[in-house]
């Protein structure tokens, strides 16, 4: 993918970024968990509406004003999936999910695990060059200048302009799509 269109795929979430992503169930976006504004109580005993936030997504640009539901957080690993609003009890959110998703371009995944040359999308929103350093927790980055306050959630990228990995501190490690997305995305996107 070209490194223009991958920065359409690019949003604010919260004071952070994420991404959109094409998965069977429609476009997603991936995120830093910690640019959410709590962690919603676990699934099976939480209501829609303790997991949908609003005012959460919006351009690069601009004070983020889209509703997103929260489909997978995990704390530890500080990545989440964030998805539209439910089309019944709250249509007009939904349509504004679905009109912001539309108009992104979705990035390509790739499973790499290994070390690489990749690509990082700046505050000034120019895509500069790193190096990844793999481990079982996630990918180190090795980039100049550092990532700064403002970055967290935004996809780190192969030399292909695909996603691999999620920017969340300057230290990280940073989580690897392939080992930390839940298992029914990985599956979607990666085929395992």
């Not at 970024?17 to 962690?39: D, K, M, N, Q, W």
């Not at 959460?56 to 004070?63: D, I, K």
């Not at 989440?80 to 371009?105: F, H, K, R």
């Amino acid at each position: 993918m070209e490194l223009g269109e991958a920065k359409l795929a690019v949003v604010r979430v919260g004071a952070g970024r994420g991404f959109v992503v094409e998965s069977s169930g429609g476009r997603l976006v991936i995120t830093a968990a910690h640019c959410l504004p709590e962690v919603p109580p676990a699934m099976s005993f939480s209501l829609i509406e303790e997991r949908t936030f609003s005012d959460l997504l919006g351009a690069l640009e601009v004070p983020p004003t889209i509703a997103a539901e929260c489909l997978f957080v995990d704390p530890v690993a500080d990545i989440a999936v964030l998805g539209e609003p439910d089309s019944q009890s709250i249509p007009v959110e939904w349509e504004a999910y679905d009109n912001m998703a539309t108009a992104c371009s979705a990035l390509p995944v790739s499973s790499s695990l290994g070390n690489e040359s990749g690509l990082l999308l700046h505050l000034d929103g120019l895509f500069r060059p790193c190096i990844l350093r793999a481990s079982h927790l996630g990918f180190r980055i090795e980039v100049q200048p550092d990532i700064q306050a403002g970055m967290a959630g935004s996809p780190i990228l192969n030399t292909r302009g695909e996603a691999v990995g999620v920017v969340v501190t300057n230290k990280g490690p940073h989580p690897k799509l392939i080992d930390h997305l839940p298992a029914w995305l990985a599956r979607d996107l990666f085929g395992k």
